[in-house]
């Protein structure tokens, strides 16, 4: 069964510091998407991606985050200057794109990011 | 006002008995689903079920069946002969309009877990 991709499982990175997280989704899917969870908190949306554009972003994706498609298979979040509260787990999704409400999203299994 | 509420920090029950996982839900728009997920510790997302507005039955997927009820906005997870594997976090999950491709609200989830 196809799957989302998302590399590393668990990163570790000091406050300040720039990472990005990697995200293979399924390759005939047409959206695209972050959210996180704050540990024991419920999953959070952060954005949306379609058509090589950010489709929706929520309060939380501030101008410290960014998503691109660099090469037409990998989809990157970005967060510039890490804080101690980005600590979550973020998960990647993507969607066909079919127009039934039926279908949900195929997560990723997650990243860990430590921000220390 | 919280889209998705789930009351049930925890819940507790015998291997082979059936549990109920509470889920109550708040929108305007007449076009929603209802998504149940499951994450075990590794932290996964697992989809279990979903239930759409205008689906006249109780969606079923195996062991797991969804209780709708429309009119008190609730779509509560039934898990019949609960086994050891059962034993993760549960999350509800509202999308809504018609499009599949909007973002999902998630509740704050409820934690299983099955005694032997």
């Known amino acids: 069964e196809p799957e989302v991709t998302q590399t590393p499982s668990h990163q570790v990175t000091q406050m300040g510091q720039e990472v990005i997280l990697r995200c293979v989704p399924i390759?005939?899917?047409?959206?695209f998407y972050w959210y996180r969870q704050i540990l024991g908190q419920k999953v959070e949306f952060l954005v949306s991606?379609?058509?090589?554009?950010?489709?929706?972003k929520s309060e939380i994706f501030d101008d410290q985050f960014s998503v691109e498609r660099p090469d037409g298979s990998n989809f990157t979040l970005k967060i510039r200057s890490t804080k101690l509260e980005d600590s979550a787990m973020y998960f990647c999704a993507s969607m066909t794109g079919h127009s039934l409400l039926y279908y949900g999203y195929t997560f990723g299994s997650g990243t860990r990011l430590t921000v220390v | 006002a919280q889209k998705i509420t789930q009351t049930q920090p925890g819940m507790f029950v015998q291997e082979k008995e059936a549990v109920t996982l509470d889920c109550t839900y708040d929108t305007s728009d007449p076009s929603y689903g209802l998504f149940w997920y499951k994450q075990p510790s590794s932290g996964e997302m697992i989809f279990l079920i979903y239930?759409?507005?205008?689906?006249?039955q109780n969606a079923t997927e195996g062991r797991y069946s969804l209780n709708f009820q429309k009119a008190r906005k609730s779509a509560n997870l039934v898990i019949s002969a609960s086994q050891l594997g059962d034993s993760a976090m549960y999350f509800c999950?509202?999308?809504?309009?018609?499009?599949?491709?909007?973002?999902?609200?998630f509740g704050s989830g409820t934690k299983l877990n099955v005694k032997p």
């Open positions: 239930q759409g507005s205008y689906d006249q």
């Open positions: 991606f379609y058509n090589n554009e950010i489709s929706e």
């Open positions: 999950a509202m999308r809504e309009g018609v499009y599949n491709f909007n973002k999902f609200y």
């Open positions: 390759s005939n899917h047409l959206y």
